[in-house]
């Protein structure tokens, strides 16, 4: 029954009782329902009692860019003119 410190970023808390179980996040406490899981982003720091709760490290999402000016394509937002549908008589 020790208290853990996370540094700042990404991580996925993991609850093994089925009590509720209580976190800090940044200066706020949140609870962690029995035997669920919680994903967060910390920017100061994170502490809780490892006694049932287990901390596992988030990779960070690559972000990529599909344009060269990182933006959306021209042809997906304007002067986009659709034909008109054709009914059956």
């Known amino acids: 029954m020790a208290r853990q410190y996370l540094r700042p970023g990404p991580w996925k808390i993991v609850n093994s ?10 200066n706020d406490i949140f609870e ?16 809780f ?3 049932s709760l287990t901390a596992y490290r988030n990779p960070v999402a690559p972000v990529v860019s ?5 933006g959306i394509t ?15 008589l």
């Not at 021209?74 to 009914?87: M, N, Q």
């Open 17 to 26: 009782s089925s009590s509720v179980q209580e976190l800090r996040i940044d």
């Open 32 to 47: 962690i329902p029995g035997n669920g899981t919680s994903e967060f982003d910390c920017a100061i720091s994170c502490t």
């Open 49 to 51: 009692d490892d006694t």
């Open 66 to 70: 599909t344009t060269q000016t990182g």
């Open 74 to 88: 021209p042809s997906s937002s304007f002067g986009v003119k659709t034909k008109p549908k054709l009914e059956a």
